[in-house]
């Protein structure tokens, strides 16, 4: 009788020792397979979140200047004031312009369609280009002759037209280009796609 009662009791012992000597051990592996686990879990979800929300087929759009070589003499601004002395006011530009000799080339800034060709006194002749997803650029102080008309489809680079000095809302004698971006509507600082700084 005592034979048979003596076995379970050292197994038990031995398994007590065990788990006293050793349970710290199997415990904080326990712990590091179950938080690699959590990492894993973690970093899969959060690379299918982000395929999910990634644009796909979305190219960043850089723009060649308008102007070869050209100055800004005039930056964006949409809320700080610029004085225009032709016509002596303070405004905001909600463009760029570039010192341009007259008759200098003017160049589409991206691929796109010659949407508008107008002619008025303040702006001379002024074309505009849609690129797409609400994208547009204008540019304006331009000669009456244009290289391009209506429907017509340019790449980035072609001549559209001359620099003038025909504007009148800001005459100079050497001639000038304004150049407007207008996304989604609304006029936006061409230097968010023109490698430029813009002075004032």
Do not use: C
């Not at 849609?130 to 001549?159: A, P």
């Amino acid at each position: 009788m005592e034979n048979t009662n003596t076995q379970p009791q050292k197994k038990k012992g031995s398994l007590k020792s065990f788990i006293s000597k050793y349970g710290y051990y199997v415990a904080l592996a326990l712990l590091v397979v179950m938080l690699a686990i959590a990492i894993v879990l973690t970093s899969v979800g959060a690379s299918r979140d982000a395929e999910d929300t990634a644009p796909t087929g979305v190219d960043v759009i850089s723009f060649t200047s308008p102007v070869l070589n050209g100055t800004v003499t005039k930056g964006y601004s949409d809320t700080e004031l610029q004085y225009n002395k032709t016509l002596n006011v303070w405004e905001v530009h909600k463009g760029v312009d570039y010192a341009a000799n007259v008759g200098t080339d003017v160049l589409a800034v991206y691929d796109g369609t010659v949407t508008k060709i107008t002619t008025n006194l303040l702006q001379g002749t002024v074309i505009e280009i849609d690129h797409g997803n609400n994208l547009k650029t204008t540019y304006g102080s331009l000669s009456s002759t244009t290289n391009v008309k209506v429907g017509d489809v340019v790449k980035k680079g072609d001549v559209i037209g001359k620099a003038s000095n025909t504007a009148t809302g800001e005459v100079t004698e050497e001639g000038e280009v304004h150049f407007e971006v207008w996304k989604d509507g609304n006029a936006v600082d061409p230097a968010s796609y023109l490698d430029i700084n813009t002075g004032k």
